[in-house]
């Protein structure tokens, strides 16, 4: 059984440029989440894609957005990028809006550098 | 808004022995879930253990326990007989049960000794 994938692993990108992220659930999954996780911090809600609508947002800019596909995979959109945006994205998968326990599973992550 | 904080940047711990660490939350919320998530250097977040608000029982899985005091707003995790596969960041997080997003500390970095 796969667990939640993502990719691709690391990218390095130039400031002003625009990136997209790829993520697929765990199988039985169809809610993703996105966060961002900066460097010793913890992750960051960035928002969360259900029935392939966006349900909730975290406190992100429009330059933050995404898609959700029929076969439930994700795609996480950042235009303009900026020096900060460098982080490690995470994507989590669960069940029926995520609102079920036992909760998310989380793929691996995309580390992404900003120059 | 809700907060989580994690007060132990670092821990260290010897292998076999057992070390607990601390998180608070900050809520009004009366329904809701506690979760401990271990991030090893592969970098997946992986759930160690998770509480419900409602449940006056604490969660335990194995050598992974929770002290729960809903009261007082603090749940910490007790590791016992650590071994350094338990090396990791830890991080606590909190989701109020009706919605989305999880709301995670800055997290612990736990190293175990030989």
């Known amino acids: 059984d796969a667990g939640v994938t993502q990719s691709p692993t690391h990218l390095i990108k130039t400031r002003g440029q625009q990136v997209t992220l790829r993520c697929s659930p765990k199988s039985g999954h169809d809610t993703v989440s996105w966060y961002q996780q900066a460097l010793g911090q913890g992750p960051q809600f960035i928002f969360q894609?259900?029935?392939?609508?966006?349900?909730q947002r975290g406190n992100f800019p429009d330059r933050f957005s995404g898609h959700q596909f029929p076969n439930y995979s994700s795609e996480l959109n950042v235009n303009a990028l900026l020096l900060g945006d460098s982080a490690l994205y995470l994507c989590a998968s669960s069940s029926l809006g995520g609102l079920k326990p036992p909760g998310a599973f989380f793929g691996q992550g995309t580390r992404l550098t900003v120059v | 808004a809700q907060t989580v904080t994690q007060s132990q940047p670092e821990m260290s711990v010897q292998e076999a022995e057992t070390v607990t660490l601390s998180c608070t939350y900050d809520t009004s919320e009366s329904d809701y879930y506690l979760f401990w998530y271990k991030q090893p250097p592969s970098r997946q977040m992986i759930l160690v253990i998770r509480?419900?608000?409602?449940?006056?029982q604490n969660a335990t899985e194995n050598r992974f326990s929770v002290n729960f005091q809903k009261a007082a707003k603090s749940f910490s995790l007790k590791i016992s007989d650590s071994q350094l596969g338990d090396a990791a960041m830890y991080f606590c997080a909190y989701r109020r049960r009706s919605a989305r997003q999880l709301t995670f500390g800055s997290g612990t970095q736990l190293t175990v000794l030989p």
């Open positions: 894609y259900y029935e392939e609508e966006e349900r």
């Open positions: 509480q419900e608000a409602y449940k006056q």
